[in-house]
Structure formats: C-alpha cells, structure tokens
C-alpha cells in the first residue's frame, strides 16, 4: 500500500483543552455531566435558529478560552465549519473574534479534519496554537437536509438524530496530557448508498478505508488501541464498519465504539444514535478529554465520519459519497 | 502589529503546473488564448448545470495531470472547493480520484486557502505534491445565490458576473519555475455591507486587513511587487481597495489589478467584472503562470477575496462578513 497523506508528528503537539455546548436533548443524555453548558431550549435568546447555533460557536470557543486561560489574541488560528449552506454559522461566529480563519468542510468530519490541519500546522512550525470549532443544530439541519421538523415527517428506523451541540478544542504546542501523534486524510468513497436517512450505511465503507490506511501506515493492528472511535456511524453504520473490516481480518471488537451512540439513551429515541458534524466535535472535546484525564484510555484513534450530500445531489438522484479522517491520539 | 498566521516557507514549494476550463462567455474574453478548454455551452453534455460544473472540475484536474505528466496515485492531496451547497461539486469531482481530499470552503477566496494550505503541508514535509482545484458557475450561483438566470432579473450596474471556470493547479517540492513563498492567513471583516449584489464592496476592506498584514509582517511595501493581484474585488471593489490603502499611506498604484476585471472585456457586459470562486482559481492557473513564464513579473502576491453569504444570512437580514488570503509567489 502507498501511503499517503498519513503524517506522523515528530514534534509534539498537544490538545490543551476542549469545550461542548449542547441543547436540551444531548442535555439529558449519558454525558450530561461533562458539557459545559446546557442550553434549555434549541432556540435559547437568540431570534433564529441559526442564530442559536451562532451562539453555541460562540459559547464554546468563550468557555474554551477561559478554562484555558487563553483569549483571542494569543491565538493563531481558528479553523471551523458546520453544516449550513455556506458555513454561515461558522463564518458568522468567526467574524466575532480577532484571529485569522480557514472555513473547513468535510461534512461531520470536520472536526477531525479541523484536528489534522490545526496538529500538522503546529508541528510545522507555523503557528503555535489553533482553535477548533464545529457545530450542528437539529432544527438547521433537518429543515436544510431533509424536512422542516415542525411537519413531523416519520423517520425510518434506521435514521440518526442530527446533534444540536458545538464542540471546541484548543491545540497547543505547550505541553499538555494528550498528545496527537498522526493522521490519515480519507479518501472519497462512494458505495451507491441513495437514502439519505442511511448516513451510517454510507460512512461505514470510508471509515473502513481510513482504518486500514492508517493501520498499515503505522505499521499496527487494531489492538494497539485502546478505543477506535467513530464520529457518527450510529449503531447500524458501526455493525456495517465491523464487518467491513472482518473481511479484511481486523479485530473489530468492542473496543470500536461510536459518538453518535454515546450522545443518548436508547429511550431517548433517536435510533441508529446521533449523527452531525457537533456530535463528534462535542463528544471529543468534553466526554473523551475527560476519559484521558481519567486515564481510562492511553492510545484512541479517532475516525471522523461525514456523508457528502446535500439536498441538490438527493434531489438530482445522486449518491452519497462519503469520506472519513483519523486522528491518533496518545496519553502522555 | 502581533504577527499570527503569516507564514514564510524556509524549504522551497513550487507550482508544478496549472489547468483551467471555462465557459463560452469566459471563452470570448481577452484571456481566452491561456484557456486549456473552453465549453460551448454552459450545459455542455452533461444533463444539468451542476453536472457540467462537475465535468469542468474533472477536466481541469485531468488536464492538469496530462500537462505536467502526473496521475491520480502520485499525488499525494486533493484540495478543494465550491460555491455550491456542502461543496456538492468538489465532493463529485474529488469522489471519481484516488486522491486522498480535504474540503474547503472560504466562498472566492477558497483557491488561495487551497495554495497557502498545500504549500504549508508540502513545506513541512508531510506530503510531496498537491493537486488544488477550485470552480463556480454562473447559473448554478446565481439560482443559489440570487436568482434563477431564466428570471432576467435585471442587475444592478455595481454588480459582479459569476465566473464560469474551473482552476487547478500542482503544488510540488519538485523544483519548478514559480516558487511559493508566504502566506498570510485572513481575518473575517464586516464593514455593515448588505446588498448581496456589491460583494466588491464587502470584500475590499478584508483585502486591505490582509495586505497590510502581509506587508508588515515581511517588512515590506507595495512596491516591492511588480503585481498585488486581487481575486474578484470588480471595478468597485478594487478602487475602494485603493483608496482604504492609501488611508494606511499605502502607494496603491496601477500594480493593483483585479483577477475579476482581467476576465472580461468591457462589452461583455459585466459590470464590475468577474466574481465567484473559479474567477480567480482559473486566471492564476492559466494566464498568470503564463506571465511569469515570459517574465513579465519576477514577485506577486495574490489576494483571494471571499465574501461569506449565503441564502439564509441574506434573508435573515444580515451583513457580509468577508475574508482575503494573502499568498506570495516569485520567479526562481
């Protein structure tokens, strides 16, 4: 295999911290506690939802600055996106604060997209911390993707939840507990999935493509982790991930595990569990820092997951081409 | 003045190459002569406007690859972007290469974001050559942006024509006559601006942020370029450029040029000149890598201009943020 676009980092760079802001329903979820800030409603003082998911950005990437001990100027970069036309949210939202910008778009993948460039800018050399910040909001979100949630449109069984939540971290070359020591740029991968309820479904073939590039490019097999963790696969892409990678002879056991199924309980009927580019942003950058501050975990590889679509390739009968980063983090 | 995400490439980073394809209108301009292929139509075979935008991407990048004798498996970075919702062209486009793909997305200014990103990667050593493709098309823009072209909707004399164009371009370590030297990564600028069609307007004053930080951070002055050319700042933005300069006692003289004014001729109709994100992504990699194989220019700092609106920011009665990127290149 040629290996390319895997970077490994000789010079260390650190995730120095994280900040998640959510809504009501990730509020009530299993990781309730580790958010920093609960919004009561999904349209919390602001006159939009869209102005709401600003807001979130916006709270994220404060608290993150203040639990750091940082502020926008001492900051060199911030790096974001979110799933609204155009980035709006996130161009809004930037353009609040004093420090320059690069708008990302891998769909849910961009956090770990935001993750790859910011750790690979820093270990160049070039700067030497970034800010990274990514949301979703269910209500922007369903209404642009699929349809506005106040026609109460039955969803299959089989569908996600899309996250209201955003997700900051603050990557640093200063020492710190968790090291990113590599990635993996995906590939494009498109296996003729149409439904655009079946996100997991159309991910899993492009997780499973980044695993194995990343695995073979270090040289490693999937017990040198402790967790290999997906962004938004749901429990229906996850099965299709594990045995995707069976038939290439990986151990996929249960040490594969997904943020979309860690954001709710199973009563909280979501289905297959939550999707969006905040359900990866804001698991990673609260509930999985801790797990490394606990010492629950030394080695993770994160795999952030996005499905390409947009209402005109649906609409035009496309298919749904997907694509799928890892990150390797380390406990120090 | 805090210097933060100006970059200076100490390992030399060339442009191996360029490729652009444009359609019939841009076919008629004064630079139709540096043009690899010129579309008949702006449907041009295929069974929708997003499909030919796709195909021009498609084009571009294998012309590209024919022209400096690469392929698919030896690049080792897709980096690239559109206008269109979730970046639908890219996605396409980048989903029939084997090229691993990072999405982007600064609305005009996304081929310079492409340039200063993969020229930083390939700098820092973490992959040798990257393919950066960008595109816009007049009546898939205009539909999203404003109105459907079948409308007529009269235009306002200060408005901009959408570029229909595809531009990419190789970035390589390997040695080459057009060296990649800085970057300056931009800051969002909301000067209040709301007219939708005055994007020159909106975008000036983050290309006058950009400029001034650039040169500060070099320690330089205008006059040390034979040419600052701007993406699509139009007749309009490029003069309100001039004059926000000269505030900063900036000699903005005739060195100052619009990529957007190069498109057309005056009878062509298009007020300001051209816009949208293959306006500038078409004329670096096509008549500018010409001009300095004649060495017309020995310095030129490029300025991608991005103003970051959308349908549902437009609507909601909102202002355009803006963003440039300063990328400077030089004759080795």
Request: glycine fraction near 10%; proline fraction near 3%; include cysteine.
């Amino acid at each position: 295999m040629i290996h390319r676009s895997s970077f490994l980092f000789p010079a260390p760079v650190y995730i120095a911290g994280g900040a998640a802001v959510v809504g009501p329903k990730e509020g009530e979820g299993p990781l309730k506690e580790y958010f920093d800030k609960i919004y009561p409603s999904i349209q919390s003082a602001e006159e939009s939802w869209e102005k709401t998911e600003i807001a979130m950005q916006r709270d994220a990437v404060n608290l993150l600055l203040k639990k750091t001990r940082s502020e926008d100027r001492r900051v060199d970069l911030l790096l974001g996106g979110d799933l609204i036309n155009q980035l709006t949210i996130t161009n809004f939202a930037a353009g609040e604060r004093d420090i320059p910008f690069l708008g990302l778009y891998n769909a849910c993948a961009t956090m770990a997209e935001g993750i790859l460039l910011g750790a690979s800018l820093i270990n160049a050399g070039y700067i030497g911390s970034s800010v990274v910040v990514v949301s979703s909001h269910n209500a922007t979100s369903e209404r642009q993707f699929r349809y506005p949630t106040e026609l109460g449109i039955q969803r299959p069984s089989w569908s996600q939840w899309t996250v209201t939540a955003a997700g900051a971290l603050l990557l640093s070359s200063a020492l710190s507990k968790i090291r990113v020591r590599g990635c993996t740029v995906g590939r494009v991968v498109d296996y003729g999935v149409k439904d655009a309820n079946d996100m997991g479904a159309a991910m899993a073939p492009a997780a499973a493509d980044t695993i194995l590039r990343h695995l073979s490019f270090r040289g490693q097999s999937s017990d040198d982790y402790d967790l290999i963790l997906s962004g938004d696969l749901g429990s229906r892409g996850l099965d299709l991930l594990k045995t995707l990678l069976r038939k290439e002879e990986i151990l996929a056991d249960e040490r594969f595990q997904d943020s979309g199924r860690w954001m709710y309980f199973p009563k909280q009927d979501v289905f297959s569990g939550g999707s969006g580019a905040g359900c990866s942003a804001s698991v990673w950058s609260s509930y999985l820092l801790n797990c490394f501050r606990e010492k629950k975990y030394r080695r993770v590889l994160l795999i952030g997951t996005g499905a390409l679509l947009s209402t005109i390739s649906v609409g035009q009968g496309n298919t749904i081409p997907s694509i799928a980063h890892a990150v390797e983090l380390e406990r120090v």
